[in-house]
């Protein structure tokens, strides 16, 4: 009895994948590109080598991407994604803050996925971030067949004749290089600084760098080649509550909402010294006791937004206008407690000095800020398909705007700013922070200057040619003439942290 075929998944629906075989050139372009990053790409500090390593990926995958694969505005999506993956990636050139350079690279994993994936719908975005562990499993066979691809050198270029020509070009750069550089020691040293180490651990590290990235670039070769339709993946329409149902309870809302905005109201034109008077806190309580909270009120009440909009009906002249008088002054509402919680950093922030965590919170307080102007438009225009691509998006922009603005150098100069007003600062906080902050540090008077940047002196050697970095190396030339000290009394000053 013949066995009956199984259904196809709907993964296996929205994603046949491609058929046939790879292209011998796809195949060489995603080797070349996987053996740039894994030797360009360092470990210890982000630098150019990133860059590189990103630069040769897109360009590899655009060798793989077929450009019937998906529509007009589909290829554009892809390609701004694309764009902001690789700034993101570049930050690590520009900037030597280690800490934003993560975060960077966490919105680059996603703006990646993207870029080879194509999602567009919520459902389809969430579906998207499993897709790329999945294709680089379906990719094997793909890439098999095309390493068996054995056409005549008419029908195309065989994957064996592509090795070939790369072994013998390897074979001569290694040869007439290592004679140049026993010729000439500056030839010697931009050479070492270009090539992987070649110990045991630094081979290790190397392979298994190779393996990571030649896995990554072949399961998205396999996506661009012939993307998932993801479209179309959407929820179906939601049962209408009453009107009752939705609109008592956002009544109730936007009343809390209101009482409290008249407090904050007080609070921002009747200044800081009125409100601590009234409730007997410290500048530190009142900051840090609801700043956070806030926080978690505009999360949840994008939550509510999107749950009340997805829910209440919108059949006639009325429903519409109770959506767009309710949600409209909830998300108006919001905005004052935006302030309100930006308002309160701003406090702490003066009183106790800049760091990076409250520099963070802030931007993300502000990026929530545009968030509810964003769905401020969605409810008087009812419709908000455009909106789950555009959070991305901005949650990028504002990653890339905190990049732009040197995060590490703004908060040194607001507390060296500090400091010359207050004589207080925290010096071992500064001496952590990353070369970016070397010139506003440089501003401080003698011994502060040469105690806030003794240990960035120490900790900063020649990076080599891949960890490039801007930020380092414009704080070269003012470490370079810092005297190397160890911990000293006359560095111990009042804090006021």
């Known amino acids: 009895m013949a066995a009956v075929p199984r259904p196809p998944s709907l993964i296996e ?12 050139l796809v195949l060489a372009a995603l080797t070349a590109a996987a053996v740039l990053g894994a030797s360009t790409i360092t470990m210890v500090r982000p630098g150019l080598g990133w860059l590189v390593a990103v630069l040769a990926g897109t360009a590899a995958l655009a060798v793989a991407a077929r450009p019937d694969a998906t529509g007009a505005s589909g290829r554009a999506a892809q390609v701004v994604w694309a764009a902001a993956t690789v700034a993101l990636v570049g930050v690590g050139t520009l900037r030597a803050a280690g800490w934003l350079f993560a975060l960077c690279l966490l919105a680059a994993v996603v703006t990646g996925t993207l870029a080879v994936t194509g999602g567009r719908s919520p459902l389809g975005m969430l579906l998207a971030a499993t897709l790329p562990p999945a294709a ?27 090795l070939t020509s790369v ?83 956002l009544v109730l ?52 937004i999107a749950v009340a909009a997805r829910r209440a009906p919108k059949a006639t002249r009325t429903d519409r206008l109770l959506v767009r008088a309710l949600l409209g002054a909830l998300t108006a509402l919001s905005l004052v407690i935006v302030a309100s919680a930006l308002y309160r950093m701003q406090v702490y922030a003066d009183a106790y000095g800049a760091t990076r965590l409250r520099l963070v919170v802030a931007t993300v307080e502000l990026w929530l800020g545009l968030l509810f102007v964003l769905v401020g438009v969605a409810v008087v225009r009812l419709r908000a398909t455009w909106l789950p691509r555009l959070v991305i998006g901005t949650a990028v922009l504002a990653l890339l705007g905190l990049a732009l603005v040197n995060p590490d150098r703004l908060i040194a100069d607001r507390n060296v700013d500090r400091y010359l007003q207050t004589g207080r600062l925290d010096v071992d906080y500064v001496s952590g922070l990353s070369a970016d902050a070397v010139p506003a540090l440089a501003r401080l008077p003698e011994p502060m200057r040469i105690c806030a940047l003794s240990r960035l002196a120490v900790e900063l050697p020649w990076d080599g040619v891949w960890a490039t970095n801007l930020g380092r190396e414009r704080a070269r030339p003012e470490l370079d003439r810092i005297p190397v000290i160890g911990p000293a009394s006359h560095c111990l000053v009042p804090r006021g942290w």
């Open 253 to 304: 809302l936007d009343a809390l909402f209101a009482a409290f905005v008249l407090v904050q109201l007080t609070v921002l034109f009747g200044g800081s010294g009125h409100v601590l008077r009234t409730a007997g806190l410290t500048y530190a309580q009142y900051a840090r006791g609801g700043f956070w909270q806030l926080l978690a009120v505009t999360g949840l009440t994008l939550l509510v």
């Open 136 to 162: 680089t499993v379906r990719a094997l066979p793909w890439a098999v067949r095309g390493l068996r691809d054995t056409r005549p050198a008419g029908s195309g270029i065989a994957v064996g004749r592509v």
């Open 167 to 249: 072994a013998i070009s390897a074979g001569l750069l290694t040869l007439f290089g290592l004679l140049f550089s026993s010729a000439d020691a500056v030839f010697a040293d931009l050479v070492s600084g270009l090539l992987p180490d070649v110990s045991v651990p630094g081979t290790i590290g190397w392979t298994f760098r190779l393996l990571l990235i030649g896995g990554g670039l072949l399961g998205a070769a396999y996506l661009v080649s012939r993307p998932p339709n993801l479209d179309g993946l959407r929820p179906g329409p939601a049962r209408p509550a009453h009107r009752l149902e939705w609109t008592l309870p």
């Open 13 to 24: 629906r929205r994603w046949p994948g491609p058929s046939g075989a790879a292209r011998p």
